[in-house]
């Protein structure tokens, strides 16, 4: 394995562990450019800005939300994760148009993310996580 690939497989594992933490000044330098793009929903969260409005509304119902690597890999210019998505629901959570107040509730759901680089760099694109939009909600009992 080349260092450009131990680093980027590091960054994404220093990347990972800062959300888990709310480090979101240094989750946000981890990337070249801020950017987002969830697979189950289409969203796309471009920019600083953007992208901490997403950290800031993902975490109200799951403020414990966090994620646990089961493999890693890297390939070309992206880097590879599966990981289980863990949370409590102490907020309130939006489901299509109706609001669902805590449940105490806790979730582990498999989930995976791509993450691009730049050719050369160790710096991040994009991350793209890959879910299916109801697997938390069916994982907390409310479906």
Same mark, same amino acid.
């Given at each position: 394995m080349t260092n450009l690939a131990e680093r980027r497989l590091?960054?994404?594992? &220093?990347h990972?562990? =800062?959300?888990?933490?709310?480090?979101?000044?240094a989750v946000i330098a981890t990337f070249e450019h801020p950017r987002y793009e969830l697979y189950g929903s289409g969203v796309v969260f471009d920019g600083e800005e953007a992208v901490r409005r997403y950290f800031k509304a993902s975490r109200v119902p799951f403020p414990d939300q966090g994620n646990e690597i089961i493999a890693i890999a890297h390939a &070309?210019?992206?880097? =590879?994760?599966?990981?289980?998505?863990?949370?409590?629901?102490?907020?309130?959570?939006?489901?299509?148009d109706k609001v669902v107040e805590p449940t105490g509730r806790s979730f582990?759901?498999?989930?995976?993310?791509?993450?691009?680089?730049?050719?050369g760099s160790d710096k991040i694109l994009c991350e793209r996580p890959y879910f299916d939009q109801g697997m938390v909600v069916r994982a907390l009992g409310l479906a």
């Open positions: 590091q960054v994404v594992r &220093d990972m562990a =800062l959300e888990v933490t709310h480090d979101w000044d &070309d210019d992206t880097v =590879l994760v599966e990981f289980w998505l863990t949370g409590t629901h102490l907020g309130p959570l939006k489901v299509g582990k759901v498999r989930m995976a993310a791509s993450f691009e680089f730049a050719p």
